[in-house]
């Protein structure tokens, strides 16, 4: 069965580029320009792996990213972080907000790819209720 | 029981237990534990005001006037309650130069001038001599009276016996006796006199006792109460009109303010009160209390005035007795003898306390200010030269006080029956009242001078005289009478107790009229007239200035002597053995081992000059020290340099006070500063930290295509086309964002090359529309143009304002709706400003944005599906370029509605000139 992955990203052409990789991968996707979008496409679309931007309009994407971690049924929902700031200190707010990994822009596409595998490949999520939209009406 | 001998022993036995205090008290201030520094010791001392006057004289006052007799006690308290600081402030200064009387008080005031404490000391010495015989009348007509007992006959008039059966004149003898033994057995640096003071206070309780005792006795026992007196003289015509405010003949309000001020001026400047008020106090903080205890004391010694004369006049029938004898002859009519005998005790207690004091007070005026200066000053005594002169001055004092009582005596003789105990105190008054204006203003006002002083001084003595002594001696039959009816050489309106026409009023109101206006007016016209010297500022300084010194006043010492000299020289007023103590606990205290280490330095010299003013007096010091210690002759600069010391250290703290404050304003500013420093630091970085962000992001996107393409040559064309046309598109975006940020660096910086020149606004604008033509076409939006046929030129740089309407241009196409997009152009002049104006039907903005949107980095969100390709600085740069020429960049927007963005330019000052302008087309 396919991973989803939704991509919360406001930028096109990042987007346009996401969107390759992660098909090329096997993913199922949704996009979402801004982080309202994004919330409400976490909630339906029930992806196993959200790819964040911080910089979101709307609702930032740490924003984002802690309402997901205080949903208990999105307990499985891996985060991926995205940010075009490269400071320790946004890496440790990313981190603080619920992220499960952490990318800096300009990113390597093999290891996005990669990490991307990664996550939804821990057997931790398989074990998580309410995880793929088999178990939703 | 009461015969003479007994009296005599009864008088000589009290006088012998105030002798005993005094032992004893000297021997505690000896041992270091002074039974004198303490409120209560002092508050009583101050009650010497009380002489015999108070104690028989205002019974006998108010016998005649009624409530008249308190002014004289209001004055004083009000002195006490109201005045405490002006005392405060003489007792500091006093401390501080170590001054020794009134004289030499007011002398130091002025310059040190030996002139003004000579002239202080005369007219003390003349003006107290009243007040003297007056205690003299009161105790040698109490000893007669009650001698006469059981008898209460009036003693006879004074001079119409031979002197040497006069009871005034021994009593005279005997009380300079007692007061040589009092206060001249030894001399010390600092005139005070603790047995003495000590003496006092305990005299002051006996004739408090006394009189209470007479009052309780004659309210109580003789009558039922003072009820029932007042209610008894309520029913006599001539005493109930003694119960008015007003009181009898002499009540009028004029006499009442008069009587009031002329009292709490005698308070502070009767040389006795100056005294015990100012010379021997021992603790300023005693002030304080004393300004309650005394008036206390005021109070309780008046309670029973009234009663006491109601009850003589019920009690004896009219013209027989005396009312100043009231208190006397009331226990002696009711053969109450010992009572009788108390009474004796009281008043010759008050009136040996009040001639101890202010002869030894004017013993040392006469010795300090008048004798040893001219002593000094004549050189055929060659009195600089002596060895010791200690004893001298002993005996030069000694000799005053005996002058002093028998010049009282005679006056007594001459003056004292004219007039009643109560008039003779108040010409006392009146002459130590002169002495206010030199003093008071001489505490408060810098500007007063020598010559002020002398001529208030003169004047308002001069006034007294002829008011107040000339009369006095005139009534006595001693001048002819017609002086006083008709006035000198018949001049009637020079009359003396009717000056210049002044009439209805009392003598003594008239009198001090009369004189407090010359002696004011002269003191101030002298004062203003002639320049201070400069020894006069520097004293005028220190006194003014009191508060503000710390430690000793400075000196204008100069030339430079032997400690030994100085030392000898002390010697020879205070001893050699006392003068080898002084300088040896000096020597110690300036941390030398023997006095011979001492440097003869401006310090010791001032040092020693102290220790003689202690002695000898301010003036008299100085000239002394002159001796050894030559002052050389300064340069007015240099004087002034020295003596304004005092101001110079006030006028240093206040400069310290403020640069305290601008260190404060410093400090603020430097932190402000800092503060807008860390905002800048932090919108730096904020900046930075933006680009960065800003550059990353086309970044990612070529990267990650370039990746795509890498990875992927199996890509079908079109797609590997549509990645490629992003790369590009992205990298172009990145070079635009860079040459902005490097382009905004350059303006922020002022590092940018402007090339100013007049411009046609018109020729840029259609240039302008001319180069986004094809952008617009191809966004399918509409350009339109309202331009005025003509503007006025303007100064700028043709690119840069190129550059501000590329963009507005290119951002008003961006938010329009391709198809139904309109942009319309407009441009405007007047004689000052030229304006253009860029309108679209787009989107619009946010009315929250409107302000945002000029800064840097900020794009707003738009509702197009593709997010405008800026960089989000082409409005920051676009408002800087136009702000640089001197205009204004803005916008008008409603969401929905499109924006207007406008800016206007100053028309070329060259151009304004001209005055020209065209319409709108």
């Known amino acids: 069965m396919a991973r989803r992955v939704l991509i919360a990203e406001d930028e096109p052409s990042i987007v346009t580029s996401l969107e390759f990789l992660m098909r090329r991968a096997g993913f199922e996707i949704r996009t979402a320009s801004d982080g309202e979008e994004a919330l409400q496409l976490v909630s339906t679309f029930r992806p196993h792996l959200v790819i964040l931007d911080i910089m979101l309009p709307r609702r930032s994407g740490l924003e984002v990213c802690r309402l997901i971690r205080a949903d208990a049924s999105l307990a499985g929902t891996r985060v991926l972080m995205l940010t075009a700031k490269g400071g320790t200190r946004d890496h440790e707010r990313g981190i603080e907000a619920g992220a499960d990994d952490y990318l800096t822009k300009p990113f390597s596409t093999q290891e996005l790819v990669a990490r991307a595998q990664a996550l939804v490949a821990d057997p931790v999520l398989r074990l998580a209720p309410g995880a793929g939209p088999a178990q939703s009406p | 029981m009461l015969q003479g001998w007994f009296i005599v022993t009864a008088s000589f036995a009290y006088i012998g237990l105030l002798f005993a205090v005094a032992w004893f008290a000297d021997r505690r201030a000896a041992m270091g534990r002074s039974v004198i520094s303490n409120a209560w010791v002092y508050s009583l001392s101050l009650a010497v005001y009380a002489t015999a006057w108070t104690f028989y004289g205002s019974v006998g006052r108010a016998a005649t006037d009624g409530v008249g007799f308190l002014p004289i006690y209001l004055g004083p308290t009000l002195t006490m309650l109201l005045g405490w600081f002006v005392l405060r402030k003489m007792v500091r200064i006093a401390r501080l130069n170590r001054t020794t009387s009134l004289a030499d008080f007011v002398a130091s005031r002025y310059g040190k001038s030996a002139l003004i404490g000579g002239l202080v000391t005369v007219i003390a010495v003349i003006g107290i001599l009243p007040y003297i015989s007056l205690q003299l009348k009161a105790v040698s007509t109490s000893f007669q009276i009650l001698l006469g007992y059981p008898e209460i006959a009036m003693p006879p008039r004074a001079g119409s016996m031979e002197v040497m059966q006069d009871t005034a004149f021994y009593v005279a003898l005997f009380m300079a006796l007692f007061a040589i033994a009092f206060g001249t057995r030894q001399l010390d640096a600092a005139e005070r006199h603790e047995g003495m003071v000590a003496a006092i206070a305990f005299e002051s309780l006996v004739k408090l006792l006394a009189f209470l005792a007479v009052g309780v006795y004659v309210a109580f026992f003789m009558y039922d109460g003072m009820g029932d007196i007042f209610a008894r003289a309520a029913g006599r015509p001539d005493l109930e009109v003694l119960m008015t405010p007003l009181g009898g003949a002499a009540g009028s309000y004029a006499s009442w303010v008069w009587l009031t001020v002329l009292s709490m001026f005698a308070i502070v400047f009767l040389p006795r009160q100056f005294q015990v008020a100012v010379i021997e106090n021992t603790d300023e903080r005693h002030l304080r209390r004393a300004a309650w205890l005394f008036p206390l004391y005021m109070l309780a010694i008046n309670v029973f005035v009234l009663p006491i004369a109601f009850g003589g006049v019920l009690h004896f029938p009219p013209g027989q007795v005396d009312a100043d004898t009231f208190v006397l002859t009331l226990p002696m009519s009711q053969r109450a003898e010992g009572l009788a005998l108390l009474v004796f005790i009281g008043g010759l207690s008050a009136a040996t306390g009040m001639v101890i004091v202010e002869t030894i007070a004017l013993s040392t005026m006469v010795c300090n200010d008048l004798v040893m200066p001219l002593l000094l000053r004549i050189r055929a005594f060659r009195l600089t030269e002596h060895r010791d002169l200690s004893s001298l001055v002993l005996d030069i004092r000694r000799a005053a006080i005996i002058t002093l009582l028998m010049g009282g005596y005679f006056y007594y003789l001459l003056a004292g029956e004219a007039y009643a105990l109560v008039s003779i105190g108040l010409v006392s008054f009146a002459a130590a009242a002169q002495f206010a204006p030199a003093v008071i203003g001489g505490l408060y006002w810098r500007g007063a001078t020598r010559t002020g002083a002398l001529a208030g001084l003169l004047a308002g003595f001069s006034v007294w005289t002829y008011t107040l002594l000339l009369p006095a001696f005139a009534k006595s039959g001693w001048l002819g009478a017609e002086f006083l009816e008709r006035g000198p050489f018949g001049i009637e309106l020079l009359r003396p107790t009717q000056l210049f026409g002044l009439a209805g009023l009392d003598q003594i109101t008239h009198a001090m009229i009369w004189s407090m206006i010359a002696n004011v007016g002269a003191y101030i016209v002298g004062s203003v007239i002639r320049r201070q010297s400069a020894a006069e500022h520097a004293q005028a300084t220190l006194f003014v200035d009191v508060y503000q010194q710390t430690g000793e006043p400075g000196s204008s010492w100069r030339g430079a002597t032997s400690a030994s000299a100085l030392q000898t020289l002390v010697g020879r007023f205070l001893g050699p053995a006392r003068a080898v103590e002084l300088f040896t606990a000096y020597a110690r205290l300036r941390g030398v081992k023997s006095v011979d280490e001492l440097e003869g330095d401006r310090e010791l010299v001032r040092f020693a000059e102290l220790q003689?003013?202690?002695?000898?007096?301010?003036?008299?010091?100085?000239?002394?020290?002159?001796?050894?210690?030559?002052?050389?002759?300064?340069?007015?600069?240099?004087?002034?340099?020295?003596?304004?010391?005092?101001?110079?250290?006030?006028?240093?703290?206040?400069?310290?006070?403020?640069?305290?404050?601008?260190?404060?304003?410093?400090?603020?500013?430097?932190?402000?500063?800092?503060?807008?420093?860390?905002?800048?630091?932090?919108?730096?970085?904020?900046?930075?930290?933006?680009?960065?962000?800003?550059?990353?992001?086309?970044?990612?996107?070529?990267?990650?295509?370039?990746?795509?393409?890498?990875?992927?040559?199996?890509?079908?064309?079109?797609?590997?086309?549509?990645?490629?046309?992003?790369?590009?598109?992205?990298?172009?975006?990145?070079?635009?964002?860079?040459?902005?940020?490097?382009?905004?660096?350059?303006?922020?910086?002022?590092?940018?090359?402007?090339?100013?020149?007049?411009?046609?606004?018109?020729?840029?604008?259609?240039?302008?529309?001319?180069?986004?033509?094809?952008?617009?076409?191809?966004?399918?939006?509409?350009?339109?143009?309202?331009?005025?046929?003509?503007?006025?030129?303007?100064?700028?740089?043709?690119?840069?304002?190129?550059?501000?309407?590329?963009?507005?241009?290119?951002?008003?196409?961006?938010?329009?709706?391709?198809?139904?997009?309109?942009?319309?152009?407009?441009?405007?002049?007047?004689?000052?400003?030229?304006?253009?104006?860029?309108?679209?039907?787009?989107?619009?903005?946010?009315?929250?944005?409107?302000?945002?949107?000029?800064?840097?980095?900020?794009?707003?969100?738009?509702?197009?599906?593709?997010?405008?390709?800026?960089?989000?600085?082409?409005?920051?740069?676009?408002?800087?370029?136009?702000?640089?020429?001197?205009?204004?960049?803005?916008?008008?927007?409603?969401?929905?509605?499109?924006?207007?963005?406008?800016?206007?330019?100053?028309?070329?000052?060259?151009?304004?000139?001209?005055?020209?302008?065209?319409?709108?087309?």
């Open chain 2, 612 to 921: 003689l003013a202690g002695t000898i007096g301010a003036a008299s010091a100085r000239t002394m020290v002159a001796t050894v210690a030559q002052e050389e002759p300064l340069g007015l600069e240099e004087v002034m340099t020295i003596i304004d010391e005092a101001s110079q250290v006030i006028a240093y703290s206040h400069r310290l006070e403020e640069q305290q404050q601008e260190l404060e304003a410093a400090t603020r500013e430097l932190k402000a500063a800092n503060e807008r420093l860390k905002e800048l630091d932090r919108l730096k970085d904020d900046f930075i930290s933006t680009v960065t962000h800003e550059l990353r992001t086309p970044l990612t996107s070529i990267r990650a295509f370039s990746e795509i393409l890498h990875d992927n040559p199996e890509l079908d064309p079109a797609e590997r086309q549509r990645f490629l046309a992003l790369v590009i598109r992205e990298s172009e975006r990145l070079t635009r964002l860079i040459n902005q940020v490097l382009d905004l660096a350059k303006i922020e910086s002022g590092l940018a090359e402007w090339r100013t020149a007049e411009l046609d606004m018109r020729e840029i604008v259609l240039e302008a529309m001319n180069a986004t033509s094809a952008i617009f076409k191809s966004r399918g939006v509409t350009l339109e143009a309202r331009l005025a046929a003509s503007v006025p030129p303007v100064m700028a740089d043709r690119d840069r304002l190129m550059q501000v309407l590329l963009n507005l241009l290119s951002n008003a196409s961006k938010f329009c709706t391709p198809g139904t997009g309109r942009v319309e152009v407009r441009l405007a002049g007047d004689a000052a400003t030229v304006r253009v104006d860029v309108q679209d039907n787009g989107v619009g903005i946010a009315r929250e944005d409107l302000a945002l949107i000029f800064e840097k980095f900020r794009q707003v969100g738009d509702t197009l599906t593709e997010k405008p390709a800026g960089t989000g600085l082409g409005l920051a740069i676009c408002r800087r370029i136009v702000g640089h020429f001197g205009g204004r960049l803005w916008v008008q927007s409603e969401p929905g509605q499109g924006s207007v963005f406008s800016f206007v330019l100053p028309v070329s000052a060259a151009a304004a000139g001209a005055g020209r302008l065209s319409a709108n087309a």
